[in-house]
Nanobody, 123 residues
């Protein structure tokens, strides 16, 4: 059973910073990529940032230069999202996502999601 556990988020004023973390637990999986998506009220869920097992990163244009995704140096199944220069339009529920290969026969590709954490940026 794979679980994603998120932490961080909260309320911050515009221009401030917040950090999010997400850890994957379980067994018999290989993480292909981990990332963060967000969904604001009335909007579709969108990719914010992603990091692959090879270390490649991908960011939404709206967060480039402000957000940084990284892997934990000590816990390889954990990723962090550092969010700087936050704007009111960054307000959303942020969801951790992991694209995994589940090591069963035959191996299967699965997407897992965290429960979501609220980020609110006040103007």
């Amino acid at each position: 059973q794979v679980q994603l556990v998120e932490s961080g988020g909260g309320l911050v004023q515009a221009g401030g910073s917040l950090g999010l973390s997400c850890g994957a637990s379980g067994s018999m999986f290989i993480i292909n990529a981990m990332g963060w998506y967000r969904q604001a009220p009335g909007k579709q869920r969108e990719l914010v940032a992603q990091i692959t097992s090879g270390g490649s990163t991908n960011y939404a244009d709206s967060v480039k230069g402000r957000f940084t995704i990284s892997r934990d140096n000590n816990f390889k199944n954990t990723v962090h999202l550092q969010m700087n220069s936050l704007k009111p339009e960054d307000t959303a529920v942020y969801y951790c996502n992991a694209a995994m290969t589940i090591m069963v026969m035959p191996p299967t590709l699965e997407d897992y999601w965290g429960q979501g954490t609220q980020v609110t940026v006040s103007s």
